[in-house]
């Protein structure tokens, strides 16, 4: 069964803020993502498995531990891109693969238009879309992802809603989420309030 995970970190909870309110420009957010993301990358990999190996300082030999292998992160376009920067400055090691998927306003059902990844089978893969809202787009990308046969697949986002996370568990029982809040609820139209409108389009600043 997966697990919630609120990150309550203050720094993470007063750029959140930052970003919530709507005079904030797009540069600006950008930057206050970029290092929420980081922080939300040292939880999200808290307990990845260690290996001990020999090593050298400038003192001495020793044994110490290091990662048994670095995760792959997947993208899902275009919003996660603004927290994918922030995870590889954390693990610049990862591989990345990217998911292409629009919602369609009618149905806001998440229609696949883009899907590239590296080698996953048997990894760790960590997803990442700021926005966890009807939980449609994560679960379709997290579908696909699965196909690949990865050992685990977690996702971290910056909000979710509480349909989203409904969503998500039912499709993915199997699949931990990482977030920075757990808001209200969302609106007619499927946007997460009080939120901090479409993720996307204020991180590239578009309309």
Not at 50 to 69: D, G, K, S
């Amino acid at each position: 069964m997966s697990q919630i995970h609120v990150i309550s970190h203050p720094l993470v909870q007063h750029k959140l803020t930052q970003m919530r309110r709507a005079e904030t420009p797009s540069e600006r957010f950008r930057q206050l993502l970029n290092e929420t993301s980081l922080l939300l990358t040292y939880e999200v990999t808290r307990d990845l498995p260690l290996v001990t190996t020999e090593i050298t300082t400038p003192l001495t030999e020793m044994e110490a531990p290091e990662l048994v292998e670095h995760p792959v992160v997947i993208s899902i376009l275009r919003a996660g891109n603004g927290l994918l920067d922030g995870v590889l400055q954390v693990i610049p090691g990862a591989r990345v693969g990217h998911v292409g998927l629009y919602r369609d306003h009618d149905t806001l059902e998440a229609v696949e238009y883009y899907c590239k990844f590296p080698p996953i089978e048997g990894k760790t893969a960590i997803v990442v879309d700021p926005m966890l809202a009807t939980g449609n787009s994560a679960a379709a990308a997290l579908s696909r992802i699965k196909e690949e046969n990865p050992a685990e697949v977690r996702f971290l986002c910056l909000l979710a809603a509480p349909e989203g996370i409904e969503g998500l568990q039912s499709a993915h029982p199997d699949v931990s989420i990482w977030t920075a809040s757990i808001d209200d609820q969302l609106n007619e139209v499927g946007y997460i309030v009080p939120g901090l409108g479409d993720a996307g389009d204020r991180i590239f600043g578009t309309t």
